[in-house]
């Protein structure tokens, strides 16, 4: 979408490694969002932001880390990838917190 | 904590026909309800969504949804399908105005598969 970026789009990595996806947005929106989409689970928020080195849990953070430096960025990691990983990841972005969200493309993960 | 239910996993329509899906959500307060749609390999594309007067709430594509507090339900409908409306469709909730704040995101339920039939 427009305004948001995630990349990569794709990658494979291997159990254990450490894996950084990145969220970019132009919008100069305040709330940031990671979430994970899965077969019959729709989409999990992982961790979300809410300004810069502001951050808190989601919904299933549990292997994953987070940090934003800045408005535009918002990282997520996973420390030491397992299987269970594997998923498409999405990032959103709000401007207020409550009212809109727009969102990225998403990541297709596969851990392997 | 709150929680949305979609009880269809799977629908199958026939091309021309009219749609209902069903959201059955769970909050403390009114919240901010959605409609996404998520054509395969895609992203998640906004349909609509329901903040506060009106119930009724007409989106694009065609599609509407209507808020009802009593049953705690926001079912999206569309009056005549076509062949381009397959797709896995999603329901969420996020904190409403008078949530007391909370910029925890958006909540979704687990989607319903829609299936066109020629």
């Known amino acids: 979408d427009a305004g948001i970026t995630q990349s990569p789009r794709h990658k494979v990595t291997e159990t254990g490694t450490p894996v950084t996806l990145r969220c970019h947005q132009t919008?100069?929106?305040?709330?940031m969002y990671w979430y994970r989409q899965d077969p019959g689970h729709g989409l999990r928020l992982i961790h979300y932001s809410y300004g810069v080195k502001d951050t808190d849990k989601g919904e299933v953070s549990d292997g994953y880390s987070v940090s934003r430096s800045k408005t535009e960025d918002f990282l997520l990691t996973l420390e030491s990838a397992t299987s269970s990983q594997t998923s498409v990841y999405f990032c959103a972005i709000s401007k207020t917190g409550g009212g809109g969200y727009t969102f990225g493309s998403g990541t297709r993960l596969t851990v392997v | 904590a709150q929680s949305v239910t979609q009880p269809d996993i799977h629908i199958t329509v026939s091309e021309g026909a009219s749609l209902e899906l069903r959201c059955n959500y769970s909050?403390?307060?009114?919240?901010?309800l959605f409609w996404y749609v998520q054509s395969p390999g895609q992203g998640l594309q906004l349909l609509l969504k329901?903040?506060?007067?009106?119930?009724l709430v007409q989106g694009i594509k065609g599609f509407e949804a209507e808020f009802k507090r009593s049953q705690s339900s926001f079912n999206l409908r569309k009056p005549s399908v076509h062949w381009s409306d397959a797709a896995e469709y999603f329901c969420?909730?996020?904190?409403?105005?008078?949530?007391?704040?909370?910029?925890?995101?958006?909540?979704f339920g687990k989607g319903t598969h829609l299936i066109i039939q020629p």
């Open positions: 909050y403390g307060a009114t919240p901010y």
């Open positions: 969420a909730v996020g904190p409403g105005l008078n949530s007391g704040g909370g910029a925890d995101g958006l909540t």
């Open positions: 329901y903040f506060s007067g009106d119930t």
């Open positions: 919008e100069n929106h305040r709330y």
